[in-house]
Nanobody, 117 residues
């Protein structure tokens, strides 16, 4: 089992910044893919940014140039730096962890990000 603890969400004005963190613990077993998804009421959860086990990154077009994903493998932690936040970035943000070999997927509990005008 893998446990994920997220932090860093909150309320911010449009144009502001937030940094999300997600710390993994438990049966991690090496470097794995970690990333961030988000969801708003009535919509499907969507990819925001992902960092593969090999270190490559992928971003949703809507956040390219504004959000940056990074990780600290020694701490089993992934971060999401969110700059130039827009109203449409308001959502619950979920950390996602996928084991490299078993392909098991784990989700964090979610952290609310609210961008106000």
């Amino acid at each position: 089992q893998v446990q994920l603890v997220e932090s860093g969400g909150g309320l911010v004005q449009a144009g502001g910044s937030l940094r999300l963190s997600c710390a993994a613990s438990g049966s991690i077993g090496g470097v794995n893919a970690m990333g961030w998804y988000r969801q708003t009421p009535g919509k499907q959860r969507e990819l925001v940014a992902v960092n593969s086990a090999g270190g490559s990154t992928n971003y949703a077009d809507s956040v390219k140039g504004r959000f940056t994903i990074s990780r600290d493998n020694a701490k089993n932690t992934v971060y999401l730096q969110m700059n130039s936040l827009k109203l449409e970035d308001t959502a619950v943000y979920y950390c996602r962890f996928q084991k490299t070999f078993s392909r098991e997927v784990y989700w964090g509990q979610g952290t609310q990000v609210t961008v106000s005008s």
